[in-house]
């Protein structure tokens, strides 16, 4: 059977070997072509022909999650760390519909992820049959469910559209900014047979397209015409793998370079030009550097300015200011505010372009890396313990080849404004749809993906809650993966906003906290519960030399509240129409 390269960058070219006229047969061997490795799913009656290929399929391994949500966000993990197709699988009607977050998620984040899901026999459609999501007697359309949440979402009617609609499936979530796509298999069209021989389609991800000159040529004008520049680099550019040019862009101009929380990692915190994270996860010092009276440009490199990204959509980061994009996504040009110029193209591209244009052919001398704050502060001992506190000792503690998994929540947060991000360092956090749980999954994929790396999963008790028995996929795999609960016995991002807008709590935190650490044991997992800064260092060590799977319980403070949840707080009193409450606040 043909498989991926080892590479992985690109995929075998389709060979001329008769191919098996079985159509669940003739899926998997299209996913091996694709480059496909793992199949993350949750197994049902409709999807069964689909599992008997992937047993018979030795380039690609089934993996069983606890839920088809916590498989999507595997799916996710994986496809953020090796930039390749994720699959996810689901069953029909509920099954379909627990992947659905998730792969809403890989859209938001830009990474190309395949939903398969089964569907009930076209004979039966409207039909009222067992979990019937063809949109018929008053049931879901699974469909158009997936419809407005990824790039493309269709339905296999007949055997012979299978090939057509896999092929344009994969190309679509590759083509332009990555997504998730979905394809549903209705149970005779997945047991069926193609009626001729059908070759292997070649699914080549599609080159990068290098930005149009002029683009280049006039963006290098405005870089020059500069008196004093900033950028800010997000997601777009991490995915590009923008690093090294950032880099070089930055020295080479001496422009401060700051990142929206999903682009952290893209570049180093412990350089002297870095100004740390804008926006949700950001810092009053970044925000002081961002939005200085004297910045005259602002580059935004791979990012939508969104709420988050954008302190609520502070106007002072654009308003007096030259603001110019580089985005792969030409609809991105207006997107949170205008730019006054826009060049489409991969972000790593475009900023080699422009470094060639600005007639810079070597890379400038490297400056010296500044120690951050984040680094040097002395810790304390708190009870119960500050979260800022843990997150600073995990940024110390952690291998410096780590990848982060973070989840979404206060724990994001402070990941943004205490955990100082260091090559070759990874942190991946998927917000805009922000789902809660969702790094319980994306850990998995991703240390599938990417092999012997340390990986860390930051989360909360509330999102533990929401997803944590993917923590038994993990120990059924052998993954030693660390989980760190930040446990503040509830839902405290809400806690914190309710009571800034209200000025008081309500119906948030939990009258009986869950033990997350003998939840963990109770799966299988190695588990630590700790209430000291010691204890917690010696938790974290002994977790990353474990062989098996992680989770440290720490008690965290429910009241310490970031500092740019302010930003949050502010945007969602204005929306209510609220004034400042007489008590709680802002934090």
Same mark, same amino acid.
């Given at each position: 059977?043909?498989?991926?390269?080892?590479?992985?960058?690109?995929? #075998?070219?389709?060979?001329?070997?008769?191919?098996?006229?079985?159509?669940?047969?003739?899926?998997?061997?299209?996913?091996?072509?694709?480059?496909?490795?793992?199949?993350? /799913?949750?197994?049902?009656?409709?999807?069964?022909?689909?599992?008997?290929?992937?047993?018979?399929?030795?380039?690609?391994?089934?993996?069983?999650?606890?839920?088809?949500?916590?498989?999507?966000?595997? =799916?996710?993990?994986?496809?953020?760390?090796?930039?390749?197709?994720?699959?996810?699988?689901?069953?029909? /009607?509920?099954?379909?519909?627990?992947?659905?977050?998730?792969?809403?998620?890989?859209?938001?984040?830009?990474?190309?992820?395949?939903?398969?899901?089964?569907?009930?026999?076209?004979?039966?459609?409207? &039909?009222?049959?067992?979990?019937?999501?063809?949109? /018929?007697?008053?049931?879901?359309?699974? #469909?158009?469910?997936?419809?407005?949440?990824?790039?493309?979402?269709?339905?296999?009617?007949?055997?012979?559209?299978?090939?057509?609609?896999?092929?344009?499936?994969?190309?679509?979530?590759?083509?332009?900014?990555?997504?998730?796509?979905?394809?549903?298999?209705?149970?005779?069209?997945?047991?069926?047979? @193609?009626?001729?021989?059908?070759?292997?389609?070649?699914?080549?991800?599609?080159?990068?397209?290098?930005?149009?000159?002029?683009?280049?040529?006039?963006? =290098?004008?405005?870089?020059?015409?500069? %008196?004093? /520049?900033?950028?800010?680099?997000?997601?777009?550019?991490?995915?590009?793998?923008?690093?090294?040019?950032?880099?070089? *862009?930055?020295?080479?101009?001496?422009?401060?370079?700051?990142? $929206?929380?999903? !682009?952290?990692?893209?570049?180093?915190?412990?350089?002297?030009?870095?100004?740390?994270?804008?926006?949700?996860?950001?810092?009053?010092?970044?925000?002081?550097?961002?939005?200085?009276?004297?910045?005259?440009?602002?580059?935004?490199?791979?990012?939508?300015?969104?709420?988050?990204?954008?302190?609520?959509?502070?106007?002072? @980061?654009?308003?007096?200011?030259?603001?110019?994009?580089?985005?792969?996504?030409?609809?991105?040009?207006?997107?949170?505010?205008?730019?006054?110029?826009?060049?489409?193209?991969?972000? $790593?591209?475009? #900023?080699?372009?422009?470094?060639?244009?600005?007639?810079?052919?070597?890379?400038?001398?490297?400056?010296?890396?500044?120690?951050?704050?984040? @680094?040097?502060?002395?810790?304390?001992?708190?009870?119960?313990?500050?979260?800022?506190? #843990?997150?600073? *000792?995990?940024?110390? @503690? *952690?291998?410096?080849?780590?990848?982060?998994?973070?989840?979404?929540?206060?724990?994001?947060?402070?990941?943004?404004?205490?955990?100082?991000?260091?090559?070759?360092?990874?942190?991946?956090?998927?917000?805009?749809?922000?789902?809660?749980?969702?790094?319980?999954?994306?850990?998995?994929?991703?240390?599938?993906?990417?092999?012997? %790396?340390?990986?860390?999963?930051?989360?909360?008790?509330?999102?533990?809650?929401?997803?944590?028995?993917?923590?038994?996929?993990?120990?059924?795999?052998?993954?030693?993966?660390?989980?760190?609960?930040?446990?503040?016995? !509830?839902?405290?991002?809400?806690?914190?906003?309710?009571?800034?807008?209200?000025?008081?709590?309500?119906?948030?935190?939990?009258?009986?906290?869950?033990?997350?650490?003998?939840?963990?044991?109770?799966?299988?997992?190695?588990?630590?519960?700790?209430?000291?800064?010691?204890?917690?260092?010696?938790?974290?060590?002994?977790?990353?030399?474990?062989?098996?799977?992680?989770?440290?319980?720490?008690?965290?403070?429910?009241?310490?509240?970031?500092?740019?949840?302010?930003? &949050?707080?502010?945007?969602?009193?204005?929306?209510?129409?609220?004034?400042?409450?007489?008590?709680?606040?802002?934090?």
């Amino acid at each position: 059977m043909t498989t991926p390269s080892a590479a992985g960058d690109a995929f #075998v070219p389709a060979t001329d070997k008769p191919v098996p006229q079985s159509v669940a047969e003739f899926t998997v061997r299209t996913l091996a072509q694709a480059g496909v490795t793992h199949v993350f /799913g949750v197994p049902g009656g409709p999807l069964m022909p689909l599992y008997e290929a992937l047993e018979d399929c030795p380039g690609i391994e089934p993996v069983l999650a606890k839920h088809e949500e916590g498989a999507a966000f595997m =799916a996710l993990g994986y496809a953020q760390v090796t930039g390749r197709l994720g699959v996810v699988c689901g069953t029909v /009607g509920p099954g379909a519909l627990h992947a659905l977050t998730g792969v809403a998620s890989a859209t938001a984040d830009s990474v190309p992820v395949l939903a398969l899901t089964a569907q009930v026999n076209t004979s039966s459609f409207g &039909r009222g049959g067992l979990q019937d999501s063809s949109g /018929g007697s008053w049931g879901v359309d699974t #469909v158009d469910a997936f419809r407005s949440a990824t790039k493309l979402s269709a339905l296999a009617s007949t055997c012979a559209q299978v090939p057509r609609l896999l092929a344009l499936s994969v190309r679509t979530a590759y083509l332009g900014r990555p997504g998730g796509v979905h394809l549903s298999l209705p149970a005779d069209v997945l047991a069926g047979r @193609l009626e001729r021989e059908t070759p292997l389609p070649n699914l080549r991800r599609p080159t990068i397209a290098a930005p149009a000159p002029p683009a280049v040529t006039e963006l =290098a004008s405005a870089v020059r015409a500069a %008196r004093r /520049g900033m950028v800010l680099a997000g997601q777009g550019a991490k995915l590009s793998g923008s690093a090294s040019s950032l880099i070089r *862009l930055a020295e080479t101009l001496s422009w401060p370079v700051a990142t $929206t929380l999903k !682009g952290k990692s893209v570049f180093p915190e412990d350089h002297a030009l870095s100004a740390g994270v804008f926006g949700f996860g950001g810092t009053a010092d970044a925000h002081a550097t961002v939005l200085a009276d004297d910045v005259d440009t602002l580059l935004v490199v791979g990012s939508a300015l969104g709420e988050l990204a954008t302190h609520g959509w502070e106007p002072r @980061l654009v308003e007096g200011r030259r603001v110019l994009r580089i985005d792969i996504d030409p609809l991105r040009e207006g997107a949170g505010f205008e730019a006054d110029m826009h060049v489409t193209g991969d972000a $790593t591209a475009v #900023v080699d372009a422009l470094l060639s244009e600005l007639q810079i052919p070597h890379p400038a001398p490297a400056k010296a890396p500044m120690a951050p704050p984040a @680094l040097a502060t002395p810790l304390q001992d708190h009870d119960p313990l500050l979260a800022s506190a #843990v997150v600073t *000792l995990m940024s110390r @503690l *952690l291998p410096e080849d780590a990848m982060v998994f973070v989840d979404n929540g206060n724990c994001a947060s402070w990941m943004g404004q205490n955990f100082v991000s260091r090559p070759p360092a990874a942190i991946h956090v998927s917000l805009n749809v922000a789902s809660m749980g969702s790094s319980a999954g994306s850990a998995i994929g991703g240390y599938i993906a990417a092999g012997d %790396r340390p990986v860390v999963a930051l989360t909360g008790d509330a999102a533990f809650a929401m997803a944590g028995m993917e923590i038994h996929t993990a120990v059924e795999l052998g993954l030693p993966i660390v989980w760190i609960v930040l446990n503040n016995a !509830g839902n405290a991002m809400v806690h914190n906003i309710h009571e800034g807008i209200f000025g008081r709590s309500v119906s948030a935190m939990y009258h009986n906290p869950i033990d997350i650490a003998v939840v963990a044991r109770g799966l299988g997992a190695e588990s630590f519960a700790v209430q000291s800064l010691t204890q917690f260092e010696d938790a974290l060590l002994n977790a990353l030399a474990s062989s098996v799977p992680s989770v440290i319980d720490v008690r965290v403070d429910p009241d310490e509240v970031p500092w740019a949840l302010a930003g &949050r707080i502010s945007t969602l009193r204005t929306a209510f129409n609220r004034e400042t409450p007489a008590s709680g606040g802002d934090g």
